[in-house]
């Protein structure tokens, strides 16, 4: 039988980073954790953390590790709650990540009024653009938008967006219509962090390069731009719904817009904890009101 001594220190440490913000969250002494997390690995005979002066991190035995036994330890918590020696309410602490702008405009609102509904749980989210490593990181959830990579975690679909080409009427005015790839050459192309737009033709992804007088790697820098009629501007739909709704932008070449996307939520393992799924479940709910409130 697997003893549990130092099991909710190292996990601590991992989740918060340091052995001393460990102790904090666990209300006991910096030393005590260092004792029982040096005891846990002589037990396991397994080195799974890399200690230095600036940073704590994983070992490879410490992932694995990690992996497991905040599972078992959440199966735990699960069972508690199913016999009803809790009540269900979530509490506790969760990490999540998400993409920057994404995240800015369409996660974290809901996120805030998460903590708001459920004031016992304690939430950190981190907004990059960076795919992080959610079991090194300890993060409970991430949302992510695209193409996955292969996996272990396990993914549930939230929503989708879509790119479309927009300008402004004033713009249009000026420049005409483009009515074919090929006479994208002939306007002036907003540009974000790529090089290229992206089409579907005739069943066919197409990457087609772009060019203009502005580059920005900010997704309101570039709607801002078109808006004051600078040129055309290739983006996802939470950007230009409002825009288009209102007249101030216009669709373009819809005919050959790329495929929907998926966005997803991205998690470690199927067990979650429920203060994750509860999460989890929130925002199923409510990013669904939201995506089918912009398709009206």
Not at 145 to 159: C, D, T
Request: net charge neutral; glycine share 6%.
């Amino acid at each position: 039988m697997a003893k549990l001594d130092g099991i909710n220190e190292f996990i601590a440490v991992v989740e918060t980073g340091s052995f001393t913000a460990a102790a904090q969250r666990l209300q006991i002494s910096t030393a005590q954790v260092s004792r029982m997390v040096s005891a846990l690995e002589k037990r396991l005979s397994s080195i799974l953390l890399y200690r230095t002066t600036r940073r704590v991190s994983l070992t490879d035995e410490g992932k694995t590790y990690y992996h497991h036994s905040k599972q078992a330890l959440e199966g735990l918590e699960q069972a508690e709650q199913a016999l009803g020696q809790r009540n269900l309410v979530p509490r506790g602490k969760l990490k999540i990540t998400a993409p920057h702008t994404y995240g800015e405009l369409q996660v974290a609102p809901l996120l805030n009024d998460f903590v708001t509904r459920y004031p016992d749980i304690e939430l950190e989210y981190e907004l990059t653009n960076k795919r992080l490593d959610l079991i090194e990181g300890g993060y409970d959830l991430a949302i992510r938008v695209g193409h996955l990579e292969n996996s272990s975690f396990i993914a549930k679909q939230l929503g989708s967006r879509r790119l479309f080409v927009c300008a402004s009427p004033e713009y249009l005015v000026a420049h005409n219509h483009p009515h074919s790839l090929s006479e994208l050459k002939h306007h002036n192309c907003i540009l974000g962090t790529l090089e290229y737009w992206r089409f579907e033709e005739k069943g066919i992804e197409r990457n087609v390069r772009v060019q203009g007088n502005l580059r920005c790697n900010s997704g309101p820098a570039l709607l801002d731009a078109a808006l004051k009629g600078i040129g055309l501007v290739q983006l996802p739909d939470y950007y230009l719904v409002d825009a288009i709704k209102e007249g101030k932008l216009v669709t373009l070449l819809e005919k050959l817009q790329p495929a929907q996307e998926g966005i997803w939520a991205v998690y470690p393992n199927r067990n979650m904890s429920f203060r994750a799924r509860t999460l989890l479940d929130f925002l199923v709910q409510e990013m669904a009101t939201t995506h089918q409130a912009g398709k009206e």
